[in-house]
């Protein structure tokens, strides 16, 4: 389920109008993978706590195709960054996702709302095979479905499963965020940011969270560092 995410503001990002479809190769092995499963959201490198209202919200990006390759098709390769997002619930009222409102902020206050399956689609294949196939000599037109297949299946695998985060549980999806055009690396100095979260009655909207992407750049870093010391070197 991806869900709909309103903008505040969005700089038009240009890109070229026709895309050669067979630049959206599957993913090697997706259909082998899965999507490790998720974590409360204080154990991952980024995320925001609010003690009072017992909520934690965490952001998982991916920009190495090799690390999220259960993915059907190559969306980092065409501008979109994948953004796990992890939402922990320790309190005893149960949430309402409904009319949350997720946006990628850049460096330079670019508010990015989670794309659409239209917006994968359009990116990812060509409007040649987007507005249909002519039969030759005979006045008709085949019209493809809208929406890829791989695109529709990886939300419905990997996306959010419903808009409700029950009590003391954890719920969690990935969103993709276009960041062609925007400055490199787009995660630099970028926020993640999260608002319009209530409780299911309605009574209550929680305050909104901000978590600062910079913090998973650096465990990331660390990461990687630690990877390519030799063994006996490593902590």
């Known amino acids: 389920m991806i869900i709909n995410l309103a903008m505040t503001s969005y700089r038009s990002l240009k890109f070229p109008l026709i895309l050669v479809t067979f630049c959206a190769l599957t993913s090697a092995h997706a259909a082998d993978k899965k999507a490790p499963p998720p974590k409360p ?3 991952y490198a980024a995320f925001d706590t609010h003690p009072d209202e017992h909520v934690t919200v965490a952001a998982e990006p991916c920009n190495d195709p090799d690390q999220c390759s259960f993915f059907r098709l190559q969306y980092i390769q065409h501008g979109f960054i994948p953004i ?3 939402i ?5 009222t149960a949430l309402n996702l409904d009319e949350v409102r997720m946006q990628f902020i850049s460096a330079n206050h670019d508010v990015v709302p989670a794309a659409l399956p239209d917006d994968l689609n359009r990116r990812l294949f060509s409007t040649k095979s987007a507005m249909g196939t002519k039969i030759p000599m ?12 791989k695109i529709t299946q990886d939300d419905e695998e990997f996306g959010f499963p419903g808009t409700t985060v029950n009590a003391h549980s954890t719920l969690a999806g990935y969103l993709f965020y276009d960041v062609h055009g925007l400055d490199d690396p787009p995660l630099k100095d ?7 979260i209530r409780t299911l009655d309605g009574k209550k909207e929680l305050f909104a969270f901000s978590i600062p992407l910079n913090k998973w750049l650096a465990a990331s870093s660390h990461t990687a560092t630690e990877s390519a010391k030799p063994e006996s070197q490593k902590n």
């Open 88 to 92: 922990t619930n320790d309190s005893d």
């Open 41 to 43: 959201a204080n154990q």
């Open 190 to 196: 970028a926020q993640f940011y999260v608002k319009m």
């Open 84 to 86: 796990r997002v992890i």
């Open 138 to 149: 005979v006045p008709l037109t085949i019209h493809h479905a809208p929406v890829d297949k």
